[in-house]
Each structure stands twice: as C-alpha cells, then as structure tokens.
C-alpha cells in the first residue's frame, strides 16, 4: 500500500541535503489499487508529505501503483519510462531527477 510514509520514506535523504528548493511542490498521482495523490513540499529545509494535490505545483509525477513502487525501489528509471509512456510528468523535470538521486544514495 502506498501511504505518505512511503512517499516521505523515498525522500528521507532529501531533509539532509539541499538538493530541493524551499517552497517546491512536487504531485505524486498513483492510479490503481491502494492510489491516490499526495504533494511533497519543500518548507524551510524540511520536507512535508501531504495527501492531495495544492492548486499549484512545481511537477506532477503520474503512474501506477506498481510503476512507483518499482522506481522507489530503483528498478524504473523516470525517464526511460516517460519514453515508454508508463509514468507522464509534467512540469520540472529536474526535480523528480533530483529525488531520485538523493534517494538513492
């Protein structure tokens, strides 16, 4: 099941780092069983996981379930799979490579 816990779990490198800009906000919509959208912001060095989507964001990262699930994992590359149309990101980029990155490490 994907939670908010799950989402700030991908990101827990992100809150040591500045690799993320103050007032970001990054949309994760998950389709299929257990989906749903929650919205990673950036707040005074800190990040905050929270369900739904503000009026405006910075990037939307839209897949399935299973599709984020691999890639919190390591298993998807963000970019191979936008080619293969699995994931659809709208917006900057950048920052969805920035998380991937730091929550790699």
């Known amino acids: ?4 816990g799950r989402i700030a779990e991908l990101v827990r490198d992100v809150q040591h780092t500045s690799d993320l800009p103050d007032g970001v906000a990054i949309t994760f919509r998950l389709d299929g069983e257990d989906g749903g959208v929650w919205t990673l912001v950036m707040e ?7 369900f739904g989507e503000p009026e405006a964001v910075d990037c ?6 299973e599709d984020f699930t691999a890639w919190c994992c390591g298993d998807l590359d963000p970019i191979l799979a936008h080619v293969e149309r699995r994931v659809h990101i709208e917006g900057d980029v950048g920052l969805i490579l920035r998380i991937r990155r730091s929550g790699s490490t």
Request: a positive charge; proline letters at 0%; glycine letters at 6%.
């Open 44 to 50: 005074s060095g800190r990040v905050a996981v929270r």
């Open 60 to 65: 939307r990262f839209s897949c399935s379930v």
């Open 1 to 4: 099941m994907v939670t908010a």
